[in-house]
T-cell receptor, first 107, second 117 residues
């Protein structure tokens, strides 16, 4: 079965603290994974993809095939990082999204 | 870049009426578009996959006769909420797929907020 799990609905951290948003997946084959972000009243936008191995807005995510995880990390959270984050898996013919994690960065 | 638009961005309708939402890929052709529903502060729920020139594929639990999808061209898909009720009030988001095979990309529209009174 193709599935994405984000165990945390809400994650609250203080500004300057490290952040880790968890994502686990189930996929038979070579997965392609993404993180999308949705800021308040804005459209869903791509944050990063594992293939490009890039760092966007200080966020990174490493694909761990052994643990079937693709956790999103940032060493020092900023207030503007507060948003809804979705982990997604490129399935056979459609994207499969996790249920999302709302990140709240407290001042 | 790949841009997807939705129209209208916000609509209010009376209970029992029908509402049509358009999703357009502005600078690329999309044989496949997707319709999602998002409740306030909740996750995306895939409603259906819209295929150009053929019937849409609905996810389990989504009423086909309630949410009519038409993908008449390679750049336009429409979602019609028929006989709308207040519980249909939600944020509807479309996405368009560019490319095919294993190299496809998905781009999202800004969403349409539907309020049924």
């Amino acid at each position: 079965a193709q599935r994405v799990t984000q165990p945390e609905k809400l994650l609250s951290v203080f500004k300057g603290a490290p952040v880790e948003l968890k994502c686990n997946y189930s996929y038979s084959g070579s997965p392609e994974l993404f993180w999308y972000v949705q800021y308040s009243r804005q459209r869903l936008q791509l944050l990063l993809r594992h293939i490009s191995r890039e760092s966007i807005k200080g966020f990174t995510a490493d694909l761990n095939k052994g643990e079937t995880s693709f956790h999103l990390k940032k060493p020092f959270a900023q207030e503007e990082d507060s948003a809804m984050y979705y982990c997604a898996l490129k399935g056979t013919y459609k994207y499969i999204f996790g249920t999302g994690t709302r990140l709240k960065v407290l001042a | 870049g790949a841009v997807v638009s939705q129209h209208p961005s916000w609509v209010i309708c009376k209970s029992g009426t029908s509402v049509k939402i358009e999703c357009r890929s502005l600078d690329f052709q999309a044989t496949t578009m997707f319709w999602y529903r998002q409740f306030p502060k909740q996750s995306l729920m895939l409603m259906a996959t819209s295929n150009e020139g053929s019937k849409a594929t609905y996810e389990q639990g989504v009423e086909k006769d309630k949410f009519l999808i038409n993908h008449a061209s390679l750049t336009l898909s429409t979602l019609t909420v028929t006989s709308a009720h207040p519980e249909d009030s939600s944020f509807y988001i479309c996405s368009a797929q560019r490319g095919g095979g294993s190299s496809y990309e998905q781009y999202f529209g800004p969403g349409t907020r539907l309020t049924v009174t």
